[in-house]
């Protein structure tokens, strides 16, 4: 395993490229970006719309593959993964939160909490036990067996996150989770965020086109145009 | 386990959350499983029928039936069929005295006439099947009860007269006072005259109590009648229900009427008494075996017999009836299943819609729980455990119907088989129901489950952009041979006895089925829409070695090549060019190909259609040769220029407006043949090694179901694409089309509505129509009154004034409705230039709606002709679902109607005559003719007399009919050796012969008589045969003193045209006169008479007279096509029964496809009506599109039926009458079932989204 300024990289891209054909037209979405995130960092990705941040994030969530480069979780190179082996991958080393919640609509909390630990080939917790937990930790634990219907937009994006830990990942990946949210609603779920990130040592990346969220992050990635085009750490 | 259960737990509440959606998709299963419970069960009745009670059906325990064959035993009766002699007869009862069995005897096959009598005439003669039977013994084992409660003996034991008297002379009550008073009878009784015809002497005869009911003169008990030829009177003492002799135990009762008369009064009526039926009752301790052998060996020793009486005796026993009908029952129920397998993969389509659109509502949320880890394969695995559930409750309910189904079903189990049946729930068929429904259901729902699997799930980054993805290749293929083979396996089970193909056609169908799917698969890839300029040959990543090689290779060879710019570039650069330019080439090399493949297929089937109307549109005398490459061996320039010409035109239209299709069409068939090929070669080399192998037997077993499987899956995906493009091609009409056929069909409907008020009460619709002229002037001229919004300002196009306010529309719409009611009151009328105005005032009315329809909801069209066409798939495989039901109600309806037809105008109007005459008995044709000769009213007749013949040759070498293809009949083998057994006739006399149309050589001349020549008449037989004018056919005819026969060979003079305008009976293959010797035995002789139809009395009298002569049945050729119709009307019961349940299954898939359509338009309509769009506007929208799908599968059903009408009237002996067969009325209520069953269907679900509010869908959805 490399290890960069005694850091472990748990995320490292090399050269992605991503082309999307629309109609006549070829989208270059996004075009020769390298990044390196670490372990126990939380950093932002931000750029405007179309800037390719989604695009990014699902190439380094391992949901889409890259036209060109190459990318590794945990050491893991999932460039060239079969889509079950990917699926395992995204199981077991990534959460992810999303601005629309993604719940699903069926199930209560407790059972959309415990569904990636009931996926897993070997589950490494009790899914009934952990999902409780989890949603005790974001502080839904009185929401438990309540169904997304019947949540408000700030319980469904934090049952979101519970369910993103399940497993334990060592990458949470966000895209625009206050997106959807009112201003109260998004300063609890970030709350909730930091709070996992200190407590797990989980890394998180977060995709928002909010430069204040951005702004309290450990590092930020500004997208333009499918490249990186500055990287800081903010004040 | 533990996902099992999640999955399980997931798809309930799925289901449940989405209940509509769901009941709709139950219910398509469940009528598919209801209508193979219900003809299982009608299956099931009709075995427990035919194998129970098997000692009452057989009338005995061995029943015995007199033929030629059993010699030594036989005599002739009066009719001249065979009968067992006295001898053997007493040879019998002697041995059933011995062997201490009961025996009766019966006469069964007597064909002869009742007449009616009143006051010593005879008012109506009927003809019937007279069963002489001994009523204190008949039948062994079951009890024949009169309708009053009787039986059968006491109906015979009591004395006639008594109920004579009742019925005579109620004031008389003793038989005594009749004998003793002749002619005294009350005053004024119209049946006092009866006494004076020895009366006293009245025998008892039982008629059945169709004869009662259906016989015109209607004969009931006490009615005096005479019986055939004799003049002794019989009383009628009673009634049996038609049912007591079943179709089973005496078949003549499928076409005739019946009476039973005693056995020992044969004589009195002039008939010889010797019985053509032996019944023996075997006490139960003895084996019916033993009493079989023991009698055969009786007879053998006790009369002059030859041969194998045992093999020649025909007989049946319990023990063979009892197998003989449990086969005929497993026939029944394979054949039933089948039908009912047909309802029940209709239900498959909706099973097949509902698993789309779950996959496709839930496509984010496959796409999450791929985010979480849920593997492609437990995706699949989660839709298809919601698919089973569907599958198990659905064919539950389905069973549930199904049960009281059959229940309902049973009457028409019992008018095709003539059999009483008695209904209970059959858990066989219970079960089989559950199983089918599930096998279909998990089937059909795999590959919408495969799809799920594909979802990508980077869509939850893009919910909005979220598209169904198309299944895997390899897992479609996979799926496609896994349907094939488990649906291969269901058929198997049912066709294996009766049909045996080469497995190797299974495979060579395999490989054609692949090929074509990977064709079509390719085709819609890309092949059907130009190569982009960006793009770049690459192949995954994982294959980088293989594309730079490719590459190489390619920039190798361009290297060589003069290609434009090629030299410049770097050797892979260069390769991608060159495969850049190589796939454009191919690319239009394919779609040309293909364009002018579909284009001759056309081109071929316009010229064929042309060759057949040739002479029916009497285009000209000579019919051009159909099919292109006849035209080619006769040289026709003309023609094969013609086709040319279409070739190219269809071709280059089909390049240029559908590439897709001719993509499609070019991929798909190279695909097939490659495919077909390769499964050739394969099938050839596993042949080789395996046969006689058990793997190899296996195999042939399975064979047949596959192939048929295969078979139906081409035809089917054939329909389904030709549906497919339809759809397409209607997305792309104008909305006016749309509108001007919404508006056609609702003034139909409004005419159709009039016309039929109109014959009974015009001043209704008068006043209806006046109503519609005051109600649409008055809201006509509300128009702009009603609208309180502001004027807009000078200069805007005010869309609300150019479309008219609602007002006008519907006070245009309500005139429209008058003018087309007013124009109803015309057309009525018997004067021709008023139908012209009332025809006049339809097409205004027309015009006036279209217009004001086009103005108004010209958006709404093209939002309907949008969704259709943005959801092709789904709307084509709703109208596979309902036009299947259609097109069988339209041909059981249609060429049913037609076939009756001609059949009827060929007996009545093309037959030389208007009374068939038939006897067995060659010494009663000169009595039959003496009798004709004697009658006034008689205007022509002709005499045939009837002869089996063997053709042993024509010109010198033995016939043969070629056997080829596939398929190898179980039988074929026995029918190669059969012998080529013709029936010829004779005609008496030769000089009032038809004016035949001759294809070739001349007619009969009466010059002809007693020269070896024979006329023929095309058919399928002289076509396989070759026989032409002057060819030499040589017969071998029985005769009674050779055994051998005589061997004689008769000149073809002429041969006469199928369609030739006249046509008389026995004319297919007809001797002159005296050309036989009197030593050959004939069949039949056969007497066509025209009696003047002016007066019904001429008829009535030859009837009595006819009756007169023994052995003789005359039988009216108008009821013997009454008895036709009836015979056709019983085949038809089932298969209409079965057109029903389709068009039922048909109904619940358009009911589901309308519930998803709204479900998935829930969105849509919920912004559509924010913006303004009103809830009837939805709602008439969604009706219109399924009116629309409605009259299309009512076009194509009901055109289905016409073809096959069409080809059946072309290819009968009477091609003119198609006009007249062309039942326009059956086809418009075929059109507007459809519709009505549509609309029927979609209103269920579109009421409610219509008036969903838009809030509720815009929040929640």
């Given at each position: 395993m490399t290890q960069t300024n005694g850091r472990r990289p748990i995320l490292r891209a090399t050269n992605l490229t991503k082309d999307l054909p629309l109609g006549p037209v070829v989208v270059h979405a996004v075009r020769g970006v390298d990044l390196e995130i670490y372990e126990n960092e939380m950093v932002a990705i931000v750029g405007p719309s179309g800037s390719g941040k989604s695009t990014l994030l699902g190439l380094i969530g391992g949901l889409d593959t890259p036209t060109t480069g190459r990318i590794e979780i945990d050491g893991v190179d999932i460039t060239n993964m079969s889509e079950g082996r990917l699926t395992e991958v995204r199981n077991e080393k990534i959460g992810f939160v999303f601005q629309f919640f993604n719940l699903i609509p069926t199930l209560t909390a407790l059972e959309n909490v415990a569904l990636p630990i009931q996926f897993a080939n070997r589950p490494k917790f009790h899914p009934e036990k952990r999902a409780r937990e989890l949603l005790e930790l974001l502080g839904l634990g009185d929401r438990l067996h309540h169904r997304p219907m019947e949540l408000s937009g700030g319980q469904q994006q934090r049952v979101a996150i519970a369910r993103a830990l399940a497993n334990n990942p060592p990458l949470l990946l966000a895209d625009e989770p206050t997106g959807n949210l009112d201003s109260v609603a998004s300063e609890v779920v970030l709350e909730a965020l930091r709070n996992v990130w200190r407590e797990t040592g989980t890394t998180v990346v977060l995709v928002t086109h909010d430069r204040d969220l951005a702004a309290r992050m450990g590092r930020v990635m500004e997208l333009s145009d499918g490249r990186i085009v500055r990287e800081y750490v903010p004040v | 386990m533990r996902l099992l259960r999640f999955f399980f737990i997931h798809s309930l509440r799925d289901m449940w959350r989405n209940r509509t959606r769901t009941l709709f998709a139950l219910i398509c299963v469940a009528t598919g499983v209801a209508a193979v419970v219900a003809l299982r069960s009608l299956a099931f009745m009709v075995a427990d029928e035919l194998t129970s009670n098997l000692a009452q059906m057989n009338r005995g325990d061995i029943r015995l039936a007199a033929t030629r064959n059993a010699v030594g035993l036989v005599d002739r009766n009066t009719s001249g069929w065979a009968a067992f002699s006295t001898e053997a007869v007493a040879a019998m009862r002697d041995w059933a005295r011995q062997e201490g069995v009961e025996i009766t005897v019966a006469r069964a096959n007597w064909v002869t006439s009742i007449r009616q009598m009143v006051q010593g005439q005879t008012v109506k003669t009927t003809a019937v099947l007279a069963l002489a039977i001994e009523p204190d013994l008949y039948p062994f084992y079951d009890s024949i009860t009169l309708e009053d409660g009787r039986t059968l003996a006491e109906a015979f034991a009591g004395h006639a007269e008594t109920a004579l008297a009742a019925r005579v002379a109620p004031s008389l009550s003793a038989i005594g006072a009749l004998s003793a008073a002749p002619g005294a009878g009350a005053p004024g009784l119209a049946w006092a005259t009866y006494p004076t015809y020895r009366i006293s002497n009245a025998r008892p005869v039982v008629i059945s109590s169709n004869l009662r009911r259906e016989s015109a003169a209607g004969l009931a008990e006490g009615d005096i009648v005479r019986i055939g030829a004799s003049d002794v009177l019989y009383v009628v003492t009673g009634v049996v229900p038609a049912s007591a002799e079943s179709i089973l135990s005496t078949p003549q009762t499928a076409l005739l009427d019946f009476i039973y008369v005693p056995f020992s009064d044969l004589g009195v009526l002039r008939e010889r008494p010797l019985p053509d039926q032996v019944f023996i009752k075997v006490p139960l301790e003895r084996s019916v075996e033993a009493v079989d052998a023991s009698l055969i060996a009786y007879l053998e020793s006790h009369l002059q017999t030859e041969g194998d009486l045992d093999e020649k005796l025909s007989r049946i026993t319990i023990v063979e009836l009892e197998e003989e009908n449990a086969e005929t029952a497993d026939v029944i129920d394979d054949m039933i299943l089948v039908m009912g397998l047909s309802s029940l993969l209709i239900g498959g389509i909706g099973i097949i819609n509902t698993m789309l659109v779950v996959v496709s509502r839930r496509t984010l949320e496959i796409a999450v729980l791929k985010t979480l880890g849920l593997k492609a394969y437990r995706v699949t695995a989660l839709f298809l455990v919601e698919a089973a559930l569907m599958g198990l409750i659905g064919s539950l309910f389905g069973v549930a119907l199904g049960v009281l189904l059959s229940y309902l079903v049973k009457s028409v189990g019992e008018q095709a088989f003539g059999l009483t049946l008695v209904w209970r729930p059959y858990p066989e068929a219970m079960l089989s129901g559950l199983f089918l429904g599930m096998v279909i259901t998990v089937l059909f729902g795999f590959l919408p489950t495969l799809v799920a699997g594909q979802?990508?799930?980077?869509?939850v980054l893009r919910p909005n952009e979220a598209q169904m993805p198309a299944a895997g290749l390899l897992q479609t293929l996979v799926t496609l041979l896994v349907m094939i083979g488990v649906l291969g396996l269901l058929v198997s089970s049912i066709v294996n006895d009766t049909i045996t193909i080469d497995p190797v056609y299974m495979i060579v169908g395999g490989g054609a089925l692949v090929g074509l799917f990977l064709g079509v698969i390719v085709a819609n890839l890309g092949v059907g829409r130009p190569i982009p300029d960006y793009y770049v040959f690459r192949l995954p990543r994982r294959f980088e070695r293989l594309e730079n090689w490719i590459t190489g290779a390619a920039g190798g060879v361009a290297g060589v090549l003069p290609v434009k710019g090629g030299r410049g570039l770097e050797r892979r650069e260069r390769g991608r060019a060159a495969i850049t330019l190589g796939l454009r080439a191919l690319r239009q090399t394919v779609l040309l190909y293909g364009a002018l493949a579909l284009g001759a297929a056309l081109a071929s089937g316009v010229m064929l259609i042309v060759a057949e109307s040739w002479r029916p549109l009497q285009l000209g005398e000579t019919k051009p040769a159909g099919a292109i490459w006849t035209a080619y061996e006769q040289g026709a320039a003309v023609w094969i220029g013609a086709w040319a010409l279409l070739t190219g035109v269809f071709g280059l239209l089909i390049r240029w407006y559908g590439r897709a299709l001719a993509s499609v069409i070019a991929l798909g068939t190279l695909g097939a043949t490659a495919g077909g090929g390769i499964g050739l070669l394969a099938g050839r080399a596993l042949s080789g090694l395996l046969d006689g192998t058990a793997f190899w037997q296996t195999l042939s077993a399975q064979a047949t179901g596959i192939v048929l499987v295969e078979g139906a899956l081409a035809l089917l995906g054939a329909i389904f694409v030709g549906y497919w493009l339809l759809v397409w091609a209607i997305g792309k009409l104008p909305p006016v089309v749309l509108i001007g056929v919404v508006s056609v069909v609702v003034l139909a409907v409004v005419a159709a509505i009039g016309a039929t008020v109109a014959a009974r009460a015009p001043l209704a619709i008068a006043a209806v129509a006046a109503l519609g002229v005051f109600s649409g002037a008055w809201w006509w001229q509300r128009k702009g009154a009603s609208n309180p919004l502001p004027s807009p300002p000078p200069g805007w196009r005010d869309s609300a004034a150019s479309a008219g306010p609602a007002a006008a529309t519907l006070g245009t719409v309500l005139l429209s409705v008058a003018l087309v009611l007013a124009g109803v009151l015309l057309a009525i009328t018997q004067v021709i230039w008023l139908r012209w105005a009332g025809a006049a005032a339809g097409a205004v009315a027309f015009v006036l709606l279209w217009r004001a329809l086009s103005r108004r909801f010209s958006v709404d069209a093209r939002l309907i002709l949008r969704e259709m066409s943005g959801r092709r798939t789904r709307v084509a495989s709703t109208l596979l679902g309902l036009s299947v039901g259609i097109a069988g109600l339209s041909l059981v309806s249609l060429t049913t109607g037609a076939v009756s037809h001609i059949l009827e105008f060929q007996l009545s109007e093309r037959a030389e005559g208007n009374l068939l005459v038939v006897t067995r008995a060659p010494q009663q044709a000169a009595a039959i003719r003496q009798t004709l000769d004697g009658l006034d009213g008689i205007e022509h007749y002709a005499q045939f007399t009837t002869y089996r013949a063997v053709l042993e040759a024509v010109n010198g070498e033995p016939p043969r009919f070629e056997h080829s293809g596939p398929f190898n009949f179980a039988n074929s083998e026995e029918a190669e050796e059969d012998p080529f057994v013709m029936i010829l006739s004779q005609r008496s006399s030769l000089e009032e012969l038809p004016a035949y149309e001759m294809a070739s050589g001349r007619r009969l001349l009466p010059s002809d008589a007693g020269k070896n020549l024979i006329m023929v008449r095309e058919s399928f037989v002289t076509a396989h045969l070759g026989i032409r004018a002057g060819d030499r056919l040589q017969y071998r005819f029985r005769t009674r003193s050779d055994p051998d026969g005589l061997l004689l060979e008769l000149e073809v003079v002429g041969v006469v045209k199928a369609q030739s305008a006249q046509a008389g009976f026995g004319d297919q293959f007809l001797l002159p006169p005296d050309t036989l010797p009197r030593t050959v035995e004939p069949l039949n002789i056969v007497t066509v008479v025209q009696v003047n139809e002016e007066d019904p009395a001429y008829m009535d009298q030859t009837l009595a007279a006819l009756a007169d002569v023994p052995g003789a049945v005359a039988i009216e050729l108008g009821a013997l096509t009454q008895l036709l119709k009836n015979l056709l009307e019983q085949l038809n019961a089932i298969p209409t029964l079965v057109a029903w349940l389709a068009l039922l299954a048909g109904t619940a898939i358009i009911a589901n496809t309308v519930a998803l359509a709204t479900q998935e338009r829930r969105r849509q309509i919920g912004v559509m009506k924010a913006v303004g769009l009103k809830g009837w506007r939805v709602l008439g929208m969604l009706v219109v599109e399924n009116g629309l799908i409605g009259l299309l599968a009512g076009l194509i059903g009901a055109g289905v039926g016409l073809l096959v009408t069409v080809a059946v009237v072309l290819a009968?002996?009477?091609?003119?009458?198609l006009r007249e067969l062309l039942e326009l009325s059956t086809i418009a209520w075929l059109i507007l079932l459809g519709i009505g069953v549509a609309i029927g269907a979609a209103m269920l679900s579109a009421w409610g989204a219509a008036a969903e509010k838009p809030m509720n869908v815009l929040r929640y959805e």
């Open positions: - | 979802v990508r799930p980077a869509i009968s002996q009477s091609p003119e009458q």
